[in-house]
């Protein structure tokens, strides 16, 4: 009987030796999995899955704060809005203000930060052992494990430097994992962007921007752009994302009932 996986926000299972590893598929794609188009044969690439194709199902569960009982957290990361006590997030600067606020006699800052860290490093060591002791009261069968520890950068944004990080953390956990008898098990974990372009996408020409801004160079805003040679099926839907439109790829055809001097195209529409 194969055990299932319940992870803290995790996905990939690696053991400590590593003759092998078991890759678990846990991305939201169930709508696309069941589309005969869009299919992904996870099968062939000996990729495990849970049940249907299910985001929390019988392999995999990926604990997110809002669904892990009394997780402490800040919602969208502000400290206005603490969730079940706030901490661990946004946790240097609250747990700073923290001590400040149960010690106000004490004005060293230095004093402050360390007796913060202290703090925060005790109640976060007791919040991991006791809930790993919980999970597995309730869940013996199953294989627990945390994500993003040690949390290094997760927005290094160039891939040399993100290969550092991804080597940096596997060292740290592989270092840990051999104080213990046998070995802990190691779990990596990567992610799929949703929409890698969504933090450059203001820095590109969309095909209704090129048809904005084409219609008003090209057409004096009183016609639509046609790329030369092609028909009227064709006018400015590239297929990618552009930097800069090339102008000169393109002629206008004008708006019915527009004459050819007020149109930059000798190319008139009929009515």
Not at 22 to 46: A, M, R
Not at 139 to 163: D, L, M, Q, T
Not at 195 to 216: A, G, L, M, W
Not at 258 to 263: A, P, R
Request: hydrophobic share 35%; net charge neutral.
């Amino acid at each position: 009987m194969e055990h299932c996986i319940i992870l803290i926000i995790l996905t990939i299972a690696l053991p400590t030796f590593l003759e092998g590893f078991d890759v678990y598929w846990n991305f939201p794609s169930g709508k696309c999995q069941k589309n005969k188009t869009y299919h992904i044969n996870l099968e062939s690439y000996k990729i495990k899955e849970n049940t249907d194709h299910k985001f929390e199902g019988d392999k995999i569960v990926i604990f997110y704060e809002s669904k892990f009982g009394l997780y402490p957290y800040y919602k969208e990361y502000n400290a206005s809005q603490p969730i079940n006590g706030g901490l661990p997030q946004v946790y240097q600067n609250q747990s700073i203000l923290y001590v400040r606020q149960r010690y106000p006699e004490i004005k060293d800052e230095t004093i402050i930060e360390r007796l913060a860290e202290a703090e925060f490093n005790s109640a976060s060591m007791r919040f991991f052992v006791e809930t790993i002791q919980k999970a597995k009261e309730m869940r013996p069968y199953a294989k627990w494990g945390f994500y993003g520890f040690p949390f290094c950068n997760y927005n290094a944004e160039h891939s040399i430097r993100v290969a550092r990080f991804f080597q940096a953390v596997l060292m740290e956990a592989r270092r840990i994992s051999k104080m213990f008898k046998p070995p802990l098990p190691i779990y990596a974990y990567t992610k799929i962007e949703y929409d890698p372009t969504k933090e450059i996408r203001d820095d590109f020409y969309n095909n209704v921007d090129q048809h904005s801004e084409c219609r008003k160079v090209k057409c004096s805003d009183l016609g639509k752009c046609v790329k030369f040679g092609n028909d009227t099926c064709n006018a400015v839907t590239p297929t990618k994302l552009e930097f800069h439109m090339k102008f000169d790829e393109y002629h206008c055809e004008c708006d019915s009932g527009v004459t050819n001097g007020q149109c930059s195209s000798a190319l008139v529409l009929p009515p």
